[in-house]
């Protein structure tokens, strides 16, 4: 599995959407994309990646696009 397609099953587990949805998903554009929500995605990101993601970039990680470009500063080539 690569990284983009494990990156998208995060997403997809999580929330459990169907991948349409996906480009464009933004923090509360959705019900299960709430606080709590997104903390157990940050939570599956990190263990995923064997990273530790800052509070800044927890707070940067808006949506499905802007969580790519954070997981690019700690190496996640996606």
């Known amino acids: 599995m690569t990284n983009l397609e494990k990156y998208d099953k995060l997403f ?3 929330f459990r959407i169907p ?3 996906l480009p464009g998903l933004k ?6 994309w ?4 997104h903390m157990d995605l940050m ?13 800044p970039d927890l707070l ?3 949506s499905y696009e802007a969580g790519k470009a954070v997981l690019e500063k700690y190496g996640v080539e996606l």
Request: aromatic fraction near 10%; charge should be negative.
């Open 27 to 32: 923090y509360r554009g959705i019900p299960a």
């Open 19 to 21: 991948r349409e949805e």
């Open 60 to 62: 940067s990680f808006s």
């Open 43 to 55: 939570s599956a990101m990190e263990e995923a990646y064997g990273i530790s993601i800052s509070t």
């Open 34 to 37: 709430d606080s709590v929500g």
């Open 12 to 14: 997809l587990d999580a």
